[in-house]
């Protein structure tokens, strides 16, 4: 009887000792996922802050050449709207990659 309860107990003990071991393995995974996450999370908020900043400052000199002769920068004006155009793009791609990554980091198991 006290070799049963031996071997249940060390048994038991096995097994506790197993379950600990895979949660701080998971543990661990979490939390590099984490960080792995954040770094996307703040490159992607720095891409679009980029973005952003640049398609204002394009708003900007579209808004220079209507104030000034439209013949004059005809040519400048069509680039800079298809720059502008093209960073909006851009930007889109940029924030639809975030979503992506926040969907499988969300609904994937760790």
Same mark, same amino acid.
Request: some cysteine; aromatic content about 6%; overall charge neutral.
């Given at each position: 009887?006290?070799?049963?309860?031996?071997?249940?107990?060390?048994?038991?003990?096995?097994? =506790?000792? #197993?379950?600990?071991?895979?949660?701080?393995?998971?543990?661990?995974?979490?939390?590099?996922?984490?960080?792995?996450?954040?770094?996307?999370?703040?490159? @992607? @908020?720095?891409?679009? =802050? #980029?973005?952003?900043?640049?398609?204002?400052? $394009?708003?900007?000199? $579209?808004?220079?050449?209507? #104030?000034?002769?439209?013949?004059? @920068? @005809?040519?400048?004006?069509?680039?800079?709207?298809?720059?502008?155009?093209?960073?909006?793009?851009?930007?889109?791609?940029?924030?639809?990659?975030?979503?992506?990554?926040?969907?499988?980091?969300?609904?994937? #198991?760790?």
């Amino acid at each position: 009887m006290l070799a049963s309860a031996t071997v249940l107990a060390m048994a038991a003990a096995l097994w =506790t000792r #197993r379950l600990v071991e895979a949660a701080a393995l998971d543990a661990v995974r979490v939390e590099r996922a984490r960080g792995q996450l954040e770094d996307v999370v703040r490159a @992607h @908020h720095d891409a679009r =802050t #980029r973005c952003s900043s640049l398609v204002l400052q $394009l708003d900007a000199v $579209l808004d220079g050449f209507e #104030r000034t002769d439209a013949s004059e @920068h @005809h040519d400048a004006a069509g680039s800079v709207a298809w720059l502008r155009a093209e960073m909006r793009a851009l930007g889109a791609y940029v924030q639809g990659i975030a979503e992506q990554t926040f969907e499988r980091a969300t609904f994937r #198991r760790l």
